[in-house]
């Protein structure tokens, strides 16, 4: 936890306020750009721009000419404030008052410092370029000395650091919820856009950029209101679905999905070892960190073939990894995917992660990637999973027998459920009615 001081304690709406170290760099990690704020003679100043953070400290890139950078060459550094918002969601309120947003804000304060070290000013350019795109510094030109001579980057040690952050619906006054205005939340989500190659470029587009642009229904529907197979935006015209094995991030109440990186392998298997987290699971507990990166290198070489989009999934509130979640089966031809391979730690059960992780993945299922049916597979002797899976509103199928093989030897029978489309809008109602906080979640 950071320690909260005169300049980072909250005056008003102080539930909102969070010094949570995860958190923070939770949002850090995931925002793309900064606000850089200084004084020259006396005025204020802010910059836009690039950022990364490693480990305590947020480095931010600039030039050796701007009038930050060459006041920060002082041995007692810059004073700077950084602040990062990302933007969740629009709150449309009953009355004109409670209109707001859904929103997580970080607000860092220091002295930054110059970086001089030439290694170091490759190791954070490094940092920052794989940042925008894993595997991109091996896929790119590094800085020749003249251009790093010409770049400049600060450091600011997190030290004096701040969260808020608002999550949930509409704060309408109860005298004006009978009022007849459409009232509820728009979410927002940063969406890349598809690649648009530079001139002469003739290689393809790289693993780690999405293929195709944001998700979205065709102008052209079929029955049902779905696309129509080989319209506009449907996969099987997307080479071979891009978009249905890209782990987009989400964000809900109660969890934040993200890609799966290896980088999370020592707080997944944290969260996670407990012998009953892998009772009925494919693999045996690992043993220890190196087992669970051997494990989390599996699903991201599975990634690569396009078998699996693993996510992680944080805790909105801490930003603690709790558990892991993918698609799998993958199959954008017949419109259907399956949900599994989840991992969630102990005491994370029964908290409402497992329930939204799934209505989130429903969601992207069947709104954005336009899924007509979504797979569950069990083991028989499951019954916990059988019962959150029919508690989702999927329909059990059937077993198929002897269908994988346990750690131990055995060879298990597996129940499958499905839900299609047409069962999806009332599986979703109630998705959200347990979900909201009277309801009880798991």
């Known amino acids: 936890m950071y320690a909260s001081t005169a300049r980072t304690t909250a005056s008003r709406t102080r ?5 949570d170290r995860a958190a923070a760099h939770a949002v850090l990690d995931e925002a793309y750009h900064c606000v850089l704020g200084f004084v020259v003679d006396g005025e204020p100043r802010l910059l836009p ?30 004073p700077v404030c950084v602040t990062v918002t990302l933007l969740d969601g ?37 940092a920052l370029v794989e940042k925008v795109g894993a595997g991109r510094a091996a896929d790119s030109r590094p800085p020749s000395r003249r251009e790093l001579a010409e770049t400049a980057v600060l450091a600011l040690p997190l030290h004096e650091v701040s969260m808020r952050s608002r999550t949930g619906g509409v704060g309408d006054e109860p005298a004006d919820l009978g ?24 290689a393809p587009v790289p693993t780690y950029l999405p293929a195709t642009g944001p998700p979205g229904r065709s102008a052209r529907s079929g029955p049902a209101g779905l696309p129509e197979p080989g319209s506009a935006g449907l996969p099987g015209s997307d080479s071979g679905g891009a978009r249905w094995r890209e782990p987009v991030p989400m964000r809900g109440a ?5 890609p799966l990186a290896l980088a999370h392998a020592d707080e997944l298997f944290a969260a996670t070892a407990e012998p009953e987290v892998w009772a009925h699971l494919g693999r045996p507990l690992p043993a220890d960190p190196a087992a669970m990166r051997a494990i989390v290198a599996t699903a991201l070489a599975a990634r690569q073939r396009g078998e699996r989009v693993p996510w992680v999934q944080r805790c909105p509130r801490t930003g603690a990894v709790v558990g892991t979640t993918s698609f799998y089966e993958v199959d954008p031809e017949r419109r259907s995917v399956a949900i599994g391979y989840t991992w969630l730690g102990r005491p994370w059960w029964r908290s409402g992660v497992n329930t939204e992780t799934k209505l989130l993945l429903l969601g992207r299922a069947f709104d954005e990637l336009g899924a007509v049916r979504v797979v569950w ?20 199928e059937g077993v198929l027998r002897m269908h994988r093989q346990r750690p131990d030897g055995s060879w298990r029978d597996t129940v499958q459920y499905a839900m299609t489309i047409n069962e999806w809008p009332n599986a979703q109602a109630s998705l959200r009615k347990r979900l909201r906080p009277t309801a009880p979640v798991g």
């Open 15 to 19: 539930d909102r306020m969070s010094y």
């Open 49 to 78: 721009t690039l950022h990364v953070r490693i480990g305590d400290t947020l480095y931010l890139h600039g030039s050796t000419g701007s009038r930050p950078l060459l006041a920060a060459r002082g041995d007692a550094g810059l």
């Open 90 to 126: 629009l709150v449309y309120a009953r009355s004109q008052f409670h209109h707001s947003a859904n929103y997580r804000s970080v607000v860092a304060h220091g002295s930054a410092r110059l970086v001089t070290g030439e290694d170091d000013k490759r190791a954070v350019l490094t």
């Open 179 to 202: 009022l007849p205005h459409w009232a509820g939340v728009v979410p927002l989500r940063l969406t890349a856009g598809p690649p648009e190659p530079d001139a002469g470029v003739v």
């Open 254 to 258: 109660h969890v934040l999905l993200e």
């Open 377 to 396: 597979h069990t083991d028989l002797r499951n019954t916990r999973s059988q019962a959150a899976i029919e508690r989702l509103g999927a329909a059990r």
